[in-house]
């Protein structure tokens, strides 16, 4: 028969039962953030981009978009970093129109050495606390977030 965990072996593991994530740098993911994006994944919010910024020692929302329109959503970037994800509609290669939830990691090369820092090492966690994302992007300025990137990008999921 099989026998339960040991207590120690439950101990070990109780860090990664909690819903909200910490990323290496010790910048935690609410379980507030999980959830609007639980809810913006199954399009149960207004939003077709949400901005993410690092406050403190926590990720939080920074502005949500309503509009889907790609330059609008350029427009809302700046030279600080920023985590986004996208209800990123397109058509693939067949014509078909279909839509994907893309990350994006906003790292901009002009941003401070500290912020490049904080972000990269809080990408994954917001990641992984992320459950649902088709397509991973980095960009480190705005030639890198084309909307043709990221319909290539889309494509080849």
């Not at 072996?9 to 860090?15: F, Q």
């Not at 609008?72 to 067949?94: M, Q």
């Not at 078909?96 to 990691?105: A, E, G, H, M, Y």
């Amino acid at each position: 028969s099989a026998q339960p965990p040991r207590p120690r072996a439950r101990a070990l593991l109780s860090p990664f039962l909690s819903s909200a994530a910490m990323a290496m740098t010790g910048i935690t993911v609410s379980d507030e953030v999980v959830a609007e994006f639980n809810e913006f994944k199954l399009k149960r919010t207004p939003y077709k981009f949400i901005l993410y910024k690092i406050e403190g020692d926590s990720v939080v929302k920074d502005v949500g978009l309503e509009s889907g329109d790609f330059d609008e959503f350029v427009g809302a970037l700046s030279s600080e970093p920023r985590f986004i994800v996208a209800d990123f509609a397109y058509e693939t290669t067949d014509g078909r129109p279909t839509d994907k939830v893309v990350f994006i990691s906003w790292i901009p090369d002009d941003a401070s050495v500290r912020f490049k820092m904080k972000y990269s090492g809080t990408k994954e966690a917001l990641k992984s606390a992320f459950v649902g994302i088709s397509v991973n992007l980095n960009a480190t300025g705005f030639d890198e977030i084309t909307h043709d990137i990221i319909i290539e990008a889309c494509n080849k999921v």
